[in-house]
């Protein structure tokens, strides 16, 4: 199984808005209501940022949402901020015994 | 605060075994509906899930990684350990440990810091 796909990057000026997709099959991201989004800042450990295709954990701003349709599942964030500059990645759950985790690729997020 | 934090060689030499253990703490590896995971990015690419744990002892793993990997769980100790064995270059990356949480094993919200592990001779 392929890891899912995801634009390789993105960019956007402060306070305006972005959006990154992740596209995957009605075996993972289509299949099950499981998509999660992390932030990677590079030396960092990765924070989780949505769950559950659209719930935030506490402490993440709701700037950022996510959302899903059929096989593609999105972040969105508004109002840019130069921290949110980071890689970002999606994940989903792929069933038990079949791919059980697959994550994207990641997506660099360049703030101008 | 729940703490993760990763310990085991940075160097292993191809074709040998690969060992690093997580140790869990301000919680307990034992908590309801956690699972424990393994996830890894090799230099310059993204991430990629090993295999996850509960403190039963159930195990799910990549299928890709499956016939190589063991993850065991110690509750005495609070940690959890990941095995990689006949490990090529290719294996070289920075492993993480993370809690995995919700209806499934896939929403990771606490991950250790990371260990780069170098696969070389």
């Known amino acids: 199984q392929s890891a899912l796909t995801q634009p390789r990057s993105v960019s956007g000026s402060p306070g305006q808005s972005v959006t990154i997709s992740c596209t995957g099959t009605?075996?993972?991201?289509?299949?099950?209501?499981?998509v999660s989004w992390y932030q990677h800042h590079p030396g960092k450990a990765p924070k989780l940022m949505i769950y559950?295709?659209?719930k935030r954990p506490s402490g993440v701003p709701d700037r950022f949402s996510g959302s899903k349709s059929g096989n593609t599942a999105s972040l969105s964030i508004s109002g840019l901020q130069a921290e949110d500059e980071a890689d970002y990645y999606c994940c989903s759950y792929a069933g038990d015994y079949t791919y059980g985790v697959l994550f994207g690729g990641g997506t660099k997020l360049t703030v101008l | 605060q729940l703490q993760l934090q990763e310990s085991g060689p940075g160097l292993v030499k191809p074709s040998e075994t690969l060992s690093l253990s997580c140790t869990v703490s301000g919680g307990s590896i034992t908590s309801t509906n956690h699972y424990w995971g393994w996830i890894r990015q090799p230099p310059g690419n993204g991430l990629e899930w090993i295999g996850s744990i509960y403190y039963s002892g159930t195990t799910y793993y990549n299928p890709s990684l499956k016939s190589r990997v063991t993850i065991s769980v110690d509750t005495s100790t609070n940690q959890f350990s990941l095995i990689l064995s006949s490990v090529p270059a290719a294996d070289t990356a920075v492993y993480y440990c993370?809690?995995?949480?919700?209806?499934?094993?896939?929403?990771?919200?606490?991950w250790g810091q990371g260990s780069l592990v170098t696969v070389s001779s």
């Open positions: 009605s075996s993972d991201v289509g299949g099950y209501n499981f």
């Open positions: 993370a809690r995995g949480g919700g209806v499934t094993y896939s929403d990771f919200d606490y």
């Open positions: 559950d295709v659209a």
